[in-house]
């Protein structure tokens, strides 16, 4: 193989597909014999505006895909073989699609983690030689885990749209996470990368999988993603563990209310009656995921109304509950949504994914962007000592080919 050096700019590479294509020339033999079957797929990145940790409670949410996202470019080969290298470190890591082994304990695991679902689902990963290039950030809450598997499946099925219903793919890509990675997450981040809209934020009912998009294309509003500066502690143990959380919770008011199967089910007056026979801790969680559920459509109707300042006021009152009930936050988040809540333009400010630090996602009036982003970085040391990241992100359309 070629020898390969570190790109000097790999997210510029990103945007660029056509240098992305060169780059993998470069790498590659195969690919400089074969220059016109080379493909650029890329896939998104996610922020969500409001309903957090309802998508495994079978609920609402509302994310929108952000243009920043991972692209691969892509030879495919039938040698049965994917190498893969990194344009930011040029680190490879290479594995047999049609024989996935054990986790490797790196990034390709969640490639060949994709490669295992399709396999499982009866779809043939074909082997490519690929080089990747990323401009959205790791660890930050972003779904850098999701974009870089919605991507591998565009990857591993020869660089064009996989053979399934995208719904299916969504669903495929989630098993790849929770049977291969061992994270029991919702569907919400790989149907945001799958399905996301220019200008659009994305409502999905996580139940009967309806979804439809919802119009962000307010000149004056500005989506603006402020990373904590402290990488997102997701411990896989502390995610299932609220997702066991919420399911105990469903089991005991099972016992009363026939027919209840998740915290869909339930309301806020049967989750007060079963209280006295529940873990407090327990209780709050469930109750956190009751009341977003409400806040999410509430948001909507707010959001087509045009009333931003409920929408602004359901934000801070999410936040609020993951801090609270569902102990998901962190100080730092908290500061940065206390900044934010301070600052003149900001509507509503919100921890968005997961939690455990991570980003939060603040909207912002567009002619108030530059101020908010000298006051995050001017406080935001200041109290905590870390060096934030500010990104306006702009709603985007979901995985593609781009050449
Ligand atoms: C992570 C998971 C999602 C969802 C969010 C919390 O991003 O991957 O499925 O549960 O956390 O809303």
């Given at each position: 193989m070629a020898t390969v050096h570190p790109d000097p700019d790999p997210t510029a590479l990103v945007r660029d597909p056509v240098a992305l294509a060169r780059r993998l020339a470069a790498v590659s033999p195969e690919a400089a014999a074969r220059p016109a079957d080379v493909r650029v797929v890329h896939a998104?990145?996610?922020v969500n505006l409001i309903g957090e940790h309802t998508d495994y409670n079978e609920g609402f949410v509302l994310p929108v895909a952000i243009d920043l996202g991972i692209a691969i470019a892509v030879l495919p080969t039938d040698d049965g073989i994917v190498r893969l290298t990194l344009a930011e470190t040029a680190e490879t890591g290479e594995f047999e699609p049609a024989a996935v082994g054990a986790?490797?304990?790196?990034?390709?695991?969640?490639?060949?983690g994709i490669a295992w679902a399709m396999a499982e689902a009866g779809l043939a990963p074909r082997g490519f030689r690929g080089v990747l290039a990323s401009?959205?950030?790791?660890?930050a809450g972003l779904s850098s885990s999701a974009a870089l598997e919605v991507v591998s499946a565009w990857a591993?099925?020869?660089g064009d749209r996989p053979a399934v219903d995208p719904m299916r793919l969504v669903h495929l890509v989630q098993r790849g996470e929770n049977g291969y990675i061992g994270l029991n997450n919702g569907i919400m981040d790989q149907f945001a990368s799958i399905f996301g809209e220019a200008g659009r934020a994305l409502l999905l009912d996580c139940r009967t999988l309806d979804h439809r998009s919802i119009s962000m294309a307010d000149d004056d509003l500005a989506l603006v993603a402020c990373h904590s500066g402290s990488p997102r502690r997701l411990e896989?143990?502390?995610?299932?563990?609220?997702?066991?959380?919420?399911?105990?919770?469903?089991?005991?008011?099972?016992q009363t209310v026939p027919g209840v199967t998740s915290l869909r089910d339930v309301t806020p007056a049967m989750l007060e009656a079963a209280r006295p026979r529940m873990d407090a801790i327990v209780a709050a969680r469930a109750e956190h995921v009751i009341v977003e559920n409400e806040r999410v459509l509430a948001a909507i109707a707010a959001f087509e109304a045009g009333d931003l300042a409920t929408v602004g006021r359901l934000f801070y009152e999410?936040?609020?509950?993951?801090?609270d009930l569902f102990?998901?936050?962190s100080p730092e988040l908290d500061a940065l949504v206390e900044i934010a809540g301070t600052t003149p333009g900001v509507i509503g400010a919100r921890l968005t994914g997961a939690g455990f630090g991570g980003c939060t996602i603040n909207l912002v009036r567009r002619d108030a962007v530059d101020e908010f982003r000298a006051v995050v970085l001017r406080d935001y040391p200041a109290r905590t000592g870390l060096v934030p990241r500010v990104f306006a992100v702009e709603a985007s359309a979901g995985a593609g080919r781009l050449i």
């Open positions: 998104p990145g996610r986790r490797q304990g790196g990034w390709i695991d969640y490639v060949a401009d959205l950030p790791q660890g591993l099925s020869g896989s143990s502390a995610y299932n563990e609220r997702r066991s959380q919420c399911e105990a919770a469903v089991a005991v008011i099972a999410s936040h609020a509950s993951m801090r102990g998901i936050s």
